[in-house]
């Protein structure tokens, strides 16, 4: 036959349980008066050079065909340099080359000169409305490079002549179409890699 009898909290136990919770609801009460740092999230990156899973996908199913492909495994890295750039171990040249993190899903530009001396100098003249100037690149890391990309951009969809300073003289540079628009397709696919078109 069942035993009809009910299990009940001593008083001790009910004590004991009070205790228990008002001490947990104060503690958590106390601590969140300390937190300055608020979780994100958002499930977004903050970062200027990340990129999405789809954005990756169509740069590597569409563009990266137009694009020569060299593994960086220690580094867990692909670097893309455009097809179509100029190549020459004798003048002067200005490429860019645009690199996938595999592991913190970034993309970065580098700029690759031709020689490589820094700084590099590159004056130009606006053949449109006469406006001139010079650009320095110092090198640096990958934010120095981008930020390079971004002001040499703008340049490079206007009609402007390019000259680099290499041996004491100024070099023409991106004369020609083709050279030219291996350069301009490369920070294109960039910027829209990383979301920031131009």
């Known amino acids: ?3 009809s009898s009910q299990n009940t909290f001593s008083p001790e136990m009910v004590r004991i349980l009070k205790i228990f919770g008002f001490g947990s609801i104060l503690f958590v009460f106390i601590l969140s008066f300390f937190n300055e740092r ?3 999230n958002s499930g977004k990156d903050d970062s200027i050079l990340s990129i999405s899973v789809a954005d990756r996908i169509y740069f590597k199913n569409l ?3 137009t ?3 060299e593994g960086r495994k220690e580094a867990k890295m692909n670097m893309y340099r455009h097809g179509k750039r100029k190549i020459s171990e004798t003048e002067p040249h200005l490429n860019f ?3 996938l993190n595999r592991i913190k899903d ?3 530009i580098y ?3 031709f020689p490589d001396e820094l700084p590099l100098k590159i004056k130009w003249k606006n053949l449109d409305n006469g406006e001139e100037g010079e650009l320095e690149f110092l090198g640096g890391d990958k934010i120095a490079h ?3 990309a971004e002001e040499f951009y703008p340049l490079l969809a206007e009609n402007t002549y390019f000259e680099m300073w290499h041996e004491d003289s100024w070099h023409s540079i991106l004369a020609e179409d083709l050279e030219r628009d291996a350069v301009r397709v490369t920070l294109v696919d960039f910027f829209r890699l990383i979301n920031n078109p131009k």
């Open 1 to 3: 036959m069942a035993s």
């Open 38 to 40: 608020r979780a994100d």
């Open 63 to 65: 563009r990266a065909s």
């Open 67 to 69: 694009y020569e492909m």
């Open 97 to 99: 080359a645009i690199l």
């Open 106 to 108: 970034e993309a970065y």
């Open 111 to 113: 700029t690759e000169p």
């Open 146 to 148: 981008y930020r390079f």
